[in-house]
């Protein structure tokens, strides 16, 4: 067994979503609801000033919910990977805050940068500094998805923030070690054929094959997402991954 297979990432492979010609052309996905606020905020690394995008679904100042705070997955895949959220409060009125970290989909892009500038201390910085300028950060919850759950625990573990009331940690492994154990379980169950495509390009470093892209679409229709059609919204997040794959390559 090769121990180092890596099923492209916790969210979705960028390489796997490009055997999809129509993602080029996806209509952008956007929730505009009454009430929404979007907008940058100013994120100082060092002497260097970086803009974070985040939007706002609710109101912050409710004093019924407490706002919830999501992180995305990837590393790399942007916050329409997760856009569903907004049902919390378009049904329960709970305010959400989605936003895009750093390097990926509307925030500052970083394609210059090197690998050791990508680290949990930048990710962790910029949650807080967007909690300060929100105004929130001594009240609110917080749910981390994939690789956002891993941030997110992380964080927690070593930040110990006051503020944090309620912790969400979705489909996030708490250990990558086991998680790529299961992953390579996972591959067992593949037909034959598919194993030995996956395992020899892996092996190679030659994921960009077609044969590579097709049993790799076959593992994540089985594992990743069962749905007949992909969702929009996580299409949309593939797409804008794959096309600054900065921070995932890094991370």
Avoid at 121 to 137: H, K, R
Avoid at 158 to 182: F, I, T, Y
Avoid at 218 to 223: A, G, Q
């Amino acid at each position: 067994m090769v121990s180092d297979f890596r099923v492209g990432t916790l969210f979705v492979s960028p390489r796997t979503l490009r055997l999809s010609p129509t993602l080029k052309h996806l209509p952008r996905v956007t929730m505009n609801p009454v009430g929404a606020e979007e907008g940058f905020l100013d994120f100082k690394v060092s002497d260097e000033v970086f803009k974070t995008w985040y939007k706002v679904f609710g109101d912050l100042k409710s004093t019924q919910h407490r706002p919830l705070v999501a992180l995305h997955g990837g590393p790399g895949a942007p916050h329409q990977s997760i856009l569903s959220l907004v049902d919390l409060n378009t049904k329960y009125d709970v305010p959400i805050v989605l936003y895009d970290q750093i390097g990926n989909g509307n925030s500052t892009h970083l394609k210059e940068k090197p690998k050791d500038f990508w680290s949990f201390d930048l990710f962790m910085d910029e949650l807080d500094n967007l909690l300060v300028q929100l105004g929130i950060s001594n009240n609110y919850n917080l749910l981390g998805h994939s690789w956002g759950g891993i941030l997110a625990a992380h964080y927690v573990a070593h930040k110990k923030p006051e503020g944090l009331k309620r912790l969400v940690l979705s489909n996030a492994p708490a250990s990558m070690d086991l998680w790529l154990k299961r992953m390579n379980q996972l591959l067992d169950e593949m037909p034959r054929e598919d194993q030995e495509i996956l395992r020899k390009h892996e092996a190679a470093g030659t994921m960009d094959s077609e044969e590579y892209h097709k049993s790799m679409h076959k593992f994540h229709s089985r594992y990743t997402c069962r749905l007949t059609t992909t969702p929009v919204e996580l299409q949309q997040a593939g797409r804008l991954l794959m096309s600054d794959p900065t921070v995932f390559e890094a991370m």
